[in-house]
Nanobody
């Protein structure tokens, strides 16, 4: 098991910023992909951003230019800097981490508990 702990969600006015953090811990051998997904009311979970161990990133079109994903490999932590938040962004944001565990290098996929992002106007 590789638990993830998310933090940083909250209420912000439109145009404001938030930074989400997600720290992975436990029986980790390596992490290949770290990312963020979100679930808005009445919508399916969607990809927000991902970051691979090779340094590539991927963003949903709706957040390009506003959100930035980054990671601190030494801390097994991924961040999502969210700027210019608008009415498209309220959702529960979930961290996702994929990698290999120390237990025979078995692959794992872990999800965070979710953190609420609310945007007011």
């Amino acid at each position: 098991q590789v638990p993830l702990v998310e933090s940083g969600g909250g209420l912000v006015q439109a145009g404001g910023s938030l930074r989400l953090s997600c720290a992975a811990s436990g029986n980790i051998f390596s992490i290949n992909v770290m990312g963020w997904y979100r679930q808005a009311p009445g919508k399916q979970r969607e990809l927000v951003a991902t970051s691979t161990s090779g340094g590539s990133t991927n963003y949903a079109d709706s957040v390009k230019g506003r959100f930035t994903i980054s990671r601190d490999n030494a801390k097994n932590t991924v961040y999502l800097q969210m700027n210019s938040l608008n009415a498209e962004d309220p959702a529960v944001y979930y961290c996702n981490v994929e990698g290999l565990s120390r237990s025979y290098r078995r692959p794992f996929i872990s999800w965070g508990q979710g953190t609420q992002v609310t945007v007011s106007s």
